[in-house]
């Protein structure tokens, strides 16, 4: 019954909105900063505004047939409130501007933190309501502008263009609603979903014996003063005109990993990109370096920041 | 995308989410500020009906509210379903064997009182709370069924404030606020609400009859009645409360003539005295000459649910829907059900019905039989001894009254059957009733025709104001008797008795004001200009008065859609002034008077085209500006150097040098270019 009336109501509007063209204009993306100015707020009753308005008309009806003058001034001061309430809603909106927003870093199916900052020129803000896609968040503002974070959802990575935002009130009675609807031209980065889990990465003890073997370059250091001459690396050495240096076992330990595109058979696409960003996203938080090769062959890597973990997610996310 | 703040997003995540929960909004679960204000709301309510709730229903229910706030202080939750249930089957039971009936005023506000409070026992929700706030009003408004004073629509216009303070706080913010605080926003809308409040009362269209069935039948009856018997006068000589205020075109007359005449009563029972048949009332009035001037003088009525009016003794003419009856007392056509004002004239110097008519002269010597033996046997007595005069058998009568032992005493005792008799041979204590009411009969025993007048007499006389006060305290009964060649003249055989027996409750005044009230009296007479601006300027304000409001601008008569018209075009103006008001640009306020000063030079600047950027800082600014503003380079390099030193030289800036700054800005002028 709720989600037959809630798909009514979307195709009641979304059908107003192609009618009227002034509603529509407000969809267009804009540029930021956003200021919340006269003819893009709008104000309705509430449900509750609208109870209260049946109730004042009873009260009048009341006053008038009883000759009650007390009443009707009590009823005249009730309404002029209410009626008053609605320019408050309007105050609570108005002039807000909408100045940067900031997105954090999530996956797919995580809310994403979105900061947005707002100026407030003159006075604080209280009880304002951020609504998109059905998450409704509230928030107050001081007198010098703040911020506040968004848990946006996320459907598909890659860049997502931050929808269309509903910022309301019902100050101060919750009688009235004044809205103001913002489509900021704003994109944010969604990174893949993450799967973690078997299988692992390609077997580590195979990974470092090629290391060995081949003699990587990756696994050779300079020379030092003090090392033992043992572990000098001569063919290498002398290929590079200096002395190199083989890395210990201890620290073959720490030996970047390397995930590779072409290591996962079998897979569709996106499960593909999922696994691999599990994969760093586990070799990142265990404190390892990692190397990763995407399809085109590009590798990033090997490192272990948070620069490398974030540029290798990126590379994942805009995977085409 | 390289910055990492991985563990500052999970925290502000984290906040975002628990923000969220904590909006009532969302969660719908009443918060304790929330359920506090409601609870303080309902209270208020209680409060405003106690006066007229039965003492059980009015304990049970402060009761059950003092219950329910201390259990959800303790623990969140409705209380249990079944006792509930059990309440909401016990409260009309309950009203209904107290009263016998659900419907009429003062049943069905009990109800509705109680239906507010049981609906608090289960208010969990912010949906709960709104409906809960939304009857708060309307009970609200039904306390001003009973008393419309003054003092009530401001106590229960007051009583609106926890009602808004309790939806502001169901709005997502609220809990951050100080308690304190939570009012103010209802409170500065109910003053900004003032202008609107004035123009929806004047302009919205009175109804001239109700639509539906005024209220009235289960109003007690205040004031002067058309049934007197012993003891009936008595409560309302104890009501202090405001019957009318005359306003007089001239001077006032002298407190002597201050007779207010309500309703002539014609028929004695035996006990009671009852106005006379409609073949009496009805009918022209009896001719009256006038000896001297006529007085104007407008009456303000408070409502007595009666069909007569007061009128100065004697009154001449009548305007307003207001008939002068045969026996010169003021009659209207529909019950006095709220406050009304009429104008009179009136002469106190008179002769009425120089000639008797026989059938009246019939009804005015009529006596029912068998009762009051003696005092029957006195009045013929008088008549054996003074023959054929009639002012000497009137001043008998007023002498036994005057040395006979009589006092005047509002606690009389009771009389007996032949109340005359007893009152006049035994108990001798009484007030204007038993005064008035022996005195005709006596004169009627004796063959004079005479008849009882009630009314009000007295008054207090404001001289800020002018105008006199009238209270039910005020009321009063006398006597007339028809005389050869004088007509009918008031006798008032109250005013002769001496002794006065006073009880030692508070007696509030005495018929025939001869009693003084203490000071609080005489404040409470003063302090009576407000409601009588009141009951004169709101109250009385009917569709009569409202058809009439322009007529200072010429339009003589409003009709319904004029005055719509006047209303919507009303609200357009002040909304419109609101608005403008609500889209005033936003002010900028300085954080410190460097900023101040720093704001007056950018407006300065401004003016010859140099706008600061957001992103811009004072040096940037100050360098664009020395450019584009060559020949006050010196200066703004000085301003430039001072404010960097000032606001980033000084986690405070200091005083002297601020105000330097703050001087230096106000010297500063831009100089065009000479050529």
Known sequence: MNAAARTWREALISRVERRLPALTRLRQPEPLPIELHRRRIYILPTRSGLGFGVLLAVMLVGALNYQNNSALLLTCLL?????????????????????????????????????????????????????????????????????????????????????????????????????????????????????????????????????????????????????????????????????????????????????????????????????????????????????????????????????????????????? | MNIAYAPAEQQALAAADERVATAPEMKGQLDRRAFDLLCLSVACVLAAHIAHLPPWLAAALSGLLLLRWLQRRTQRGAIPKLARIVLVVALPVAILTTYGTPFGRTPGSALAVGLLVLKLLESERARDARMAIGFCCFVLMSALLFTQSLLMTLLVALALLPALAALRALQPDAESRRYARAFAPGAWLLLAATPLTLLGFLFVPRLSTPLWGAPGADIAHTGVSDRMAPGDLRDLLMDGSVAMRVGFDGEPPPKAERYFRGVVLWYFDGRAWVPGTAGIRNGAPQPLQAHGPALGYDVTLEPTRRHWLFALDMPLDASGGVVLSAD???????????????????????????????????????????????????????????????????????????????????????????????????????????????????????????????????????????????????????????????????????????????????????????????????????????????????????????????????IPHLDYGQLAIALAAGIVVILGIGMLMALRGPRIRPRDALEAAQLRLQEKLAKQGCLRAPHEGPRDFFARCMLALPHNRVELNALAEAYISLRYGHPAPPAEPVRNYSRAVRAFRVRSVVK
């Open chain 2, 328 to 554: 010169h007392t003021l009659r209207r056509d529909k019950p006095v059900n709220e406050t009304i004002t009429y104008h009179v004239d009136s002469v106190s110097h008179y002769v009425l019905a120089q000639d008797l008519d026989p059938r009246l002269r019939r009804a005015a010597l009529e006596l029912p039989e068998g009762f009051d033996s003696r005092a029957v046997a006195l009045a013929r007595s008088w008549r054996t001894k003074f023959g054929n005069n009639d002012a000497a058998i009137m001043r008998a009568a007023l002498d036994l009254f005057r040395t006979g032992g009589f006092a005047y005493n509002l606690a009389a005792p009771p009389l007996g059957r032949d109340s005359i008799d007893d009152f006049l041979f035994d108990t001798k204590q009484g007030y204007c009733e038993h005064y008035a009411s022996a005195f005709a009969f006596l004169m009627r025993a004796a063959g004079i025709p005479a008849r009882v007048v009630a009314g009000y007499q007295g008054g207090f006389w404001s001289d800020y104001a002018h105008y006199l006060l009238v209270r039910q305290s005020d009321a009063h009964a006398w006597s007339e008797v028809w005389l050869q060649g004088h007509g009918w003249v008031r006798v008032d055989p109250t005013a002769v008795v001496r002794r006065v027996i006073t009880a030692g409750d508070g007696a509030i005044g005495s018929g025939n004001g001869d009693q003084t009230g203490n000071w609080l009296d005489g404040l409470r007479d003063r302090l009576d200009i407000v409601n009588r601006l009141w009951d004169r300027g709101v109250l009385g304000f009917n569709a009569l008065r409202q058809s009439e409001l322009l007529a200072p601008f010429g």
């Open chain 1, 79 to 320: 309404g002029a409130t209410v009626i008053n309430s609605m320019l408050s809603a309007f105050r609570a909106l108005h002039g807000l501007q909408l100045t940067c927003i900031r997105a954090g870093h999530a996956c797919v199916g995580d809310p994403l933190p979105l900061r947005l900052e707002f100026a407030t020129p003159a006075r604080a803000r209280a009880a304002l309501c951020l609504d998109m896609d059905h998450i409704s968040h509230a928030f107050s503002l001081d007198a010098r502008g703040s911020e506040t974070t968004f848990p946006m959802p996320t459907e598909h990575r890659g860049w997502n263009r931050v929808p269309r935002m509903r910022i309301s009130s019902t100050l101060p009675f919750g009688l009235f609603r004044a809205w103001s609807w913002i489509t900021p031209e704003h994109d944010v980065l969604v990174y893949p979903r993450q799967l973690a889990g078997p299988p692992p990465p390609p077997d580590e003890d195979d990974g470092r014996q090629r290391a060995h073997g081949d003699e990587d370059y990756a696994q050779l250091r300079e020379y030092h003063f003090g090392d033992p001459l043992k572990r000098v690396a001569w063919k290498a050495s002398a290929r590079h005109d200096r002395l190199l240096i083989r890395e210990l076992d201890a620290a073959a330990h720490d030996a970047p990993q390397r995930f590779e595109w072409n290591m996962l058979h079998g897979l569709d696409r996106e499960t593909r990109i999922s696994r691999l960003a599990g994969w760093v996203h586990e070799a990142h938080a265990a404190g390892r370096a990692w190397t990763l090769v995407l399809p085109d062959a590009r590798s990033l890597g090997p490192e272990a920041d948070n620069a490398h973990y974030h540029r290798c997610m990126t590379a994942l996310a805009v995977l085409p």
